[in-house]
């Protein structure tokens, strides 16, 4: 069985980087190096040239109990922004926790569209936008935060994730509405101009073959999209008949090879007469929007 990590007392910050590098790479983490550093800086308090200027100095005491928990979590494959209960998002701090999915940086482009085509459809307007399945609330969180003038709404299935996301609208001074309940539902009898969604959808066969940080640690209601990983994005455009009209500009999040799969659904619900397939800065087919192009103006 593998060593758990530790650390002599009068180690320097050096020493104590080096040895947590070490242990990590023997633990098979990938990037041993930016992992150690990242939870020491953390640990410490510390960044960018402080950082280094401290490194001679004697590692301090009372903080051992605190860089080896954190060193044996990240030599378990737990996710480093678990640990240090952080993720930056479009230039906002998210905190997060095993409860919410760890807001990615592809998902900053899905915001980025909604605002371009929110703008046109709506110049100077305040349109209704529900986030589906908000996790951390990285999404409703940053539109409104962007968009102050936009009346933001957003649901989770989990109450834990709906704690965190709640957190994160207050530490960002966003006003979003938090509603519990499964994709659209908690939405029925309303109106919304405008619904985003980066709802889970892995292949339920597919998740087994993840890397241990996402497979072990991050939750799986926000990973399991079902058997093909398309269920979420069926559900919701069934749940448009439970809104009172069906929202002129829809965009999604979704998982490689899925993007025509996704247009097509949206192509077959009838509402949108533009459907755009938007790629992420790796090439991958990563967004679905939906356009109604002819919308009333608010
Ligand atoms: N909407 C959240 C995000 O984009 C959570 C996504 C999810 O849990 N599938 O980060």
């Known amino acids: 069985m593998r060593q758990e990590f ?20 023997d633990c098979g983490v990938l990037e041993p190096q930016n992992n150690a550093r990242l939870l020491l800086m953390h640990v410490l308090g510390l960044e960018g040239a402080a950082y280094y200027m401290a490194q001679p100095e004697p590692f301090p005491a009372e903080l051992i109990t605190a860089f080896t928990d954190a060193v044996n979590r990240k030599g378990r494959g737990e996710p480093a922004q678990y640990i240090i209960g952080q993720q930056e998002f479009y230039g906002l701090l998210f905190q997060v926790t095993p409860s919410v999915l760890i807001p990615r940086p592809e998902t900053e482009l899905l915001v980025e569209a909604m605002m371009k085509h929110g703008d046109e459809l709506w110049p100077g307007g305040a349109p209704r936008a529900i986030d589906i ?19 933001v709404a957003a649901s989770d299935i989990s109450s834990e994730a709906l ?29 919304f101009d405008i619904l985003v969604s980066n709802p889970p959808y892995i292949p339920a066969g597919d998740i087994a073959g993840l890397q241990r940080e996402v497979r072990e640690h991050e939750p ?71 356009i109604q192009t002819n919308v009333t103006k608010l």
């Open 6 to 25: 530790s650390l002599p007392q009068g180690s320097s910050n050096r020493e104590a980087f080096a040895k947590a590098s070490s242990f990590l790479e």
């Open 133 to 151: 399945g908000t996790g951390s609330g990285a999404i409703a969180v940053t539109l409104k935060v962007q968009r102050p003038s936009w009346d």
């Open 163 to 191: 704690e965190v996301a709640a957190l994160n609208a207050a530490a960002n001074g966003a006003a979003v509405t938090f509603r519990e309940g499964d994709l659209l539902a908690p939405f029925a009898g309303e109106r």
């Open 220 to 290: 799986r209601t926000a990973l399991d999209g079902g058997p093909d990983g398309l269920a979420p994005y069926r559900i919701m455009m069934a749940q448009l008949d439970l809104l009172a009209a069906p929202p002129a500009l829809v965009g999604f999040e979704l998982g490689q090879g899925q993007a025509q799969d996704v247009a097509e659904l949206l192509r077959q619900a009838g509402h949108w007469d533009l459907i755009e397939i938007v790629p992420d800065l790796a090439g991958i087919e990563r967004h679905v929007l939906g």
